[in-house]
């Protein structure tokens, strides 16, 4: 047995078998089967994924300690590398550790790619030889063809907006699990990465069925879920900043609407109080004549009419509260 | 400075890797290559072979060639990227057809071509411009028209004089298998499980409602005295009565025999004297009784068949995808291996005076093989 023919046996004969008959369960819709097929792989593999995420976090953890290392041991690069792997070893971490789940899921893509192709008969030809692949279960044979529409995608052929939605949520997880950099090398190496994988998984969306590109939206969304759940952080992922941003591109709510008339009406009483001011210090300063000539001429004492207080301004006014509220104050007291 | 600068073309180098090697590895894949499954056919003293790119006229008696023609590689709407998924240019399906002095090629990519048989020069092409949906099935010439099932649904009825639609019928399926022409009545099967009769006078539709089946339909229907017979991929052969429409009977897998099918009935059935021989793509060769639907008997030809049968004097032959040429007594429905080619054969074969003809795919030759004695007389290599 050559090893195309293993691996037909092991990978691609149950994943197309699954597929379809997945589908007929599911309505016939191919789509929703992809979808459903992911959450089952993904959950059949999270013991992998979790102990992915826990070993990527202990590396970041890690990192200042490196950082010294690279600086104590800057020109020996084998004792740096003794000193990596003892700390590795003392901290129970294997940069293998992170490798390995991407590496398993590696040839379950290629099985899905294969089977996505052939199930859909994107060439008659590989339609032909899907006969190879199925068992002997009624519904396989039932259940074909397979219905290639899904929302408006065809997931026979790549889809733009769909090869950007690939992109975008994998630039997402790249953030998300970047290590912090310890030297301005590993920042580029790491900016880099964030970039090339998006863009690279943006180039197969655009060169490979859509529903393989369906695939990694949804494996995606889920890694975010699960990184977060575990890690309980965004990584190098500035939330605020890109929610910031994105307000910033909606087009204005009532309650933002509300907020700037406040502002508004804020600036208007202070400018209004500024030149009250001035012209209190003008008055004063009448005043403060007249009263001197009333005082000395009258009674000999100042007659103040607001109890000390001094005049109340129109800030002053906008400063108290609203009746309703301070009775409600009142009540609750 | 000199870092980030390395550090870039290190980026742009990668990139360049990726995309070569993506390229390389979705266009390559056997997954996405679009195999024509063109036969052959013969007219007079000369064979057509259609193949991808072209159309090859050979000398029937030595395999010399005759001439040969560049089939017009159509600019299809497929993104570069696509790896030929839109329309894959010049990629034959169809048999070729000869009907007077001109052979009718059928492209994948949707246009259909007119060659003299003589000179080989392009009478005409339909479209003129642009392309009509793919055909894989095969074209069928009556009375000055061209009938055709194209992938998207459409069966149309061309002039040959004009080159002008004299009408056309949408059955919304997807259509992969040749139409069978019975008086004034085109069977048409689908791919989504349909079989439809249309009036070629009018392009209505002759039945109250299609007939289904419960798999998709990729062989041609048969047409024998008032039954249609369909072999599908649910495993099953049916046979419906031409004028209602209606079941007479059903042999599958769930029949009560001592062979049942385990795979699809891929190839177009041979009928002959009330005997029905059906390959199958689970490696046998289900001989059943062409009135009720009993199983008479089923031969194993150890691997899958998705050829065409044809009959040569009294042996019914049979082609296995890995390229084993059986023939088969239908006096004792016993076989004989007549050949063994090694090479993959997925093309309908061609019976002329006992020779029978074979178009590989993969690697593309054509052999001329004695139906008797199993001689390869010549082969040619076709790429």
């Known amino acids: 047995m050559n090893i195309g023919a293993i691996w037909d046996v092991i990978a691609l004969g149950p994943m197309i078998n699954i597929l379809i008959g997945l589908s007929d369960i599911l309505f016939g819709s191919f789509g929703l089967t992809i979808i459903v097929l992911t959450i089952i792989i993904r959950a059949v593999m999270f013991p992998l994924t979790r102990k992915q995420m826990n070993a990527t976090k202990s590396m970041q953890d890690l990192q200042p300690k490196l950082a010294e290392l690279q600086k104590k041991h800057a020109k020996d690069s084998q004792k740096l590398a003794q000193e990596q792997m003892r700390l590795y070893k003392e901290s129970g971490v294997s940069p293998a550790g992170c490798l390995l789940p991407m590496l398993i899921q590696m040839p379950i893509w290629i099985a899905l790619y294969q089977s996505i192709m052939r199930v859909l008969a994107v060439a008659p030809g590989n339609f032909l030889n899907l006969s190879e692949y199925l068992y002997s279960w009624p519904i396989v044979f039932k259940a074909l063809p397979v219905d290639s529409q899904f929302l408006w995608l065809n997931l026979g052929t790549p889809d733009f907006l769909l090869a950007l939605l690939v992109g975008a949520s994998m630039w997402v997880t790249q953030k998300m699990s970047a290590s912090p950099a310890t030297n301005p090398q590993q920042k580029a190496q790491a900016q880099m990465m964030t970039v090339m994988m998006p863009l690279m998984f943006v180039f197969f969306s655009l060169t490979f069925p859509s529903g393989l590109a369906l695939y990694w939206i949804v494996s995606n969304i889920i890694t975010i879920v699960i990184q977060y759940m575990i890690t309980k952080s965004w990584g190098s992922l500035n939330v605020p900043k890109y929610v910031a941003m994105f307000k910033g591109l909606l087009p204005a709510k009532k309650g933002d609407s509300k907020d700037k008339k406040l502002k508004e009406r804020i600036a208007s009483v202070e400018n209004s109080k500024k030149e009250d001011v001035k012209a209190l210090k003008a008055e004063d300063t009448s005043d403060n004549t007249q009263v001197a000539e009333e005082g000395t001429d009258a009674s000999g004492r100042e007659e103040r009419q607001d109890g000390g207080g001094g005049r109340k301004t129109s800030f002053d006014r906008a400063k108290q509260k609203p009746r309703g509220s301070r009775n409600k104050r009142s009540k609750r007291r | ?383």
């Open chain 2, 1 to 383: 400075m000199k870092k980030n600068r390395n550090t870039i073309v290190k980026a742009i180098l990668l990139t360049v890797i990726l995309i070569i090697s993506s390229l390389a590895a979705s266009c390559s894949s056997s997954a996405y290559t679009n195999y024509g499954w063109t036969g052959s056919v013969v007219d007079g003293d000369t064979i057509y072979v259609a193949s991808q790119g072209k159309l090859t006229a050979l000398q029937k008696d030595n395999g010399s060639v005759k001439w040969q023609r560049e089939i017009e590689k159509d600019v299809a709407p497929a993104s570069p990227l696509s790896c030929g998924m839109g329309a894959a240019a010049s990629v034959i399906y169809a048999d070729p057809v000869v009907s007077g002095d001109t052979v009718y090629v059928a492209s994948y990519s949707g246009k259909i071509f007119a060659y003299n048989t003589a000179s080989g020069n392009l009478l005409w092409k339909y479209p003129s411009e642009g392309y009509v949906e793919g055909i894989i099935g095969g074209l069928i010439i009556d009375n000055g028209l061209i009938y055709f099932a194209a992938v998207g649904g459409t069966v149309t009825a061309l002039n040959i004089e004009t080159q002008e639609v004299e009408w056309r019928y949408d059955t919304e399926d997807t259509i992969w298998a040749s139409p069978c022409m019975d008086g004034d009545t085109l069977f048409v099967a689908s791919y989504d499980k349909r079989l439809f009769a249309i009036d070629i006078n009018s392009g209505n539709l002759k039945w109250d409602r299609p007939f289904e089946t419960e798999g998709p339909i990729t062989a041609a229907p048969i047409y024998d005295n008032g039954v249609v017979y369909i072999g599908s991929l649910d495993r099953g052969i049916y046979a419906i009565d031409a004028q209602s429409g209606q079941l007479i009977w059903e042999f599958n897998a769930d029949s009560d025999a001592e062979y049942t099918p385990r795979n699809w009935f891929w190839a177009t059935p041979l009928i002959l004297d009330g005997v029905i021989y059906a390959p199958n793509m689970d490696g046998f060769v289900y001989i059943i009784d062409s009135t009720d639907g009993t199983l008479i008997t089923a031969l194993d030809m150890g691997n899958a068949m998705s050829s065409d049968p044809v009959l040569n004097e009294d042996r019914v032959i049979v082609a296995t995808q890995h390229g084993d040429i059986y023939s088969i007594n239908i006096e004792n429905n016993t076989k004989f291996l007549l050949k063994s080619l090694d090479l993959t054969v997925q093309s309908s074969l061609y019976v002329d005076e006992g020779i029978v003809y074979v178009h590989t795919i993969k690697t593309e030759n054509l052999y001329a093989i004695n139906g008797g004695s199993g001689v390869v007389v010549w082969y040619y290599e076709v790429s």
